[in-house]
Structures are given as C-alpha cells and as structure tokens.
T-cell receptor, first 114, second 115 residues
Framework: AQSVTQPDIHITVSEGASLELRCNYS??????LFWYVQSPGQGLQLLLK??????LVQGIKGFEAEFKRSQSSFNLRKPSVHWSDAAEYFC????????????FGKGTMLLVSP | GAVVSQHPSRVICKSGTSVKIECRSL??????MFWYRQFPKQSLMLMAT?????????EQGVEKDKFLINHASLTLSTLTVTSAHPEDSSFYIC???????????FGSGTRLTVV
C-alpha cells in the first residue's frame, strides 16, 4: 500500500529565512509525487509535481523539490519565505496515471514569523 | 486553464435533509473525478472515485447509500449527502484527473455544516 509521511506537523520560519518541508513516501512502483498548498477554507493548489527526469523540480511561487529515490523522499524547499507562504502544505503520491488515486500526507502547517 | 469549479462553497442544512455538491471541470473533460473529505486540521481522505457513465468506486468504510455520487457527463460530478447528520459536517473537496502526466486539479471545497 502507498503511504506518505510528513514528520513535521507544524514549522515556524522567520520571514526571509529558508524553508524545507520533509516528505517520505512508500510506493511499490515508480511514484508520481506532488506538493500542494492549502490556505484556510480553500481547496488545494498544486505547487509542483515529479513524474520522471530531472530529480530537482521547480514549481510556482519560488518552490522547488528534490526527488531522492534512495531515501524515498521528496522534500520541498524555498530559499526565502514570504509571509504569504503561511499555509498548510501536503505531499502526495500517486500512480503513473492521471486517473489513479492520490495518497496524501497529514500535512505540515507553515507559520511565518516577522 | 484546467479549472475545477465546486459549488456551493458553504452550506448549512438541517439534520435529516439532503445536500448536493457539484464539481465541474470548466475547460477540460474529466473522465475521472475524486471526492475527498477533510476533517479540521487533518489530511484529505479519499471517499470515492467517480467515473463518467459508470458507478462510483467507494473507499472502504464510506457509505455509498449516504454519499451518492453521480458522474453523468465529462464535466460534471455531484456528491449528495443524504439524510445528513451533524457528524457529516466536514470540508468536502473534489478533484479531476486530466490524464496521464497532467495530474489533478482540485475544486475550492465545500464546507458542510449540519445543524
């Protein structure tokens, strides 16, 4: 069975500091990996996705993530956090089809301090 | 492009009544749509997979007679919560699969409150 672990329930980062959100996955085949962001009371917005190829993936809003197969990880990073980045972040894993189901991690709440 | 519209965004209903939530893909055809439920401060739990023109596939533990899903066209799927009770109060989110390698687009969610 596929699973996603986000070990940090919440993280506080100072504005302008760098950010790394951790994600580990378990999947029996080649995974498709996603990072989504959710603001309170809103749906999910895709930040970036990894299907194949270059293991360093660039996304929107200055985010990037690196796929490390040996560590079963797909950590999300941003070099300089803005106050507007405060939100809930979800890592997800799915199969190699846009019709397969996604399994989400429990999410990491990012708080940005002034 | 790739917009999924979900309505209503918020709904309050009385216990025992039914509520319908719509999920529309506005600029693409979605043969598969997914319905999730999210409890406060928790992750998304998949409820069912909706395939156009066929019966939905429900996840284990989800009551298919309570959560009726219809996917009558390539752009519309509906979730009807029947005989709603306060414990059905939650945030419901739909997503549409755009095909291989294209990923998924999520609706903005529906906050259901049953009083």
């Amino acid at each position: 069975a596929q699973s996603v672990t986000q070990p940090d329930i919440h993280i506080t980062v100072s504005e302008g500091a760098s950010l790394e959100l951790r994600c580990n996955y378990s999947y029996g085949a080649t995974p498709y990996l996603f990072w989504y962001v959710q603001s309170p009371g809103q749906g999910l917005q895709l930040l970036l996705k990894y299907f194949s190829g270059d293991t360093l993936v660039q996304g929107i809003k200055g985010f990037e993530a690196e796929f490390k197969r040996s560590q079963s990880s797909f950590n999300l990073r941003k070099p300089s956090v803005h106050w507007s980045d405060a939100a809930e972040y979800f890592c997800a894993v799915g199969g190699n089809s846009g019709y397969s189901t996604l399994t989400f991690g429990k999410g990491t709440m990012l708080l940005v301090s002034p | 492009g790739a917009v999924v519209s979900q309505h209503p965004s918020r709904v309050i209903c009385k216990s025992g009544t039914s509520v319908k939530i719509e999920c529309r893909s506005l600029d693409f055809q979605a043969t598969t749509m997914f319905w999730y439920r999210q409890f406060p401060k928790q992750s998304l739990m998949l409820m069912a997979t909706s395939n156009e023109g066929s019966k939905a596939t429900y996840e284990q533990g989800v009551e298919k007679d309570k959560f009726l899903i219809n996917h009558a066209s390539l752009t519309l799927s509906t979730l009807t919560v029947t005989s709603a009770h306060p414990e059905d109060s939650s945030f419901y989110i739909c997503s549409a699969g755009r095909g291989q390698y294209d990923g998924y687009t999520f609706g903005s969610g529906t906050r259901l409150t049953v009083v």
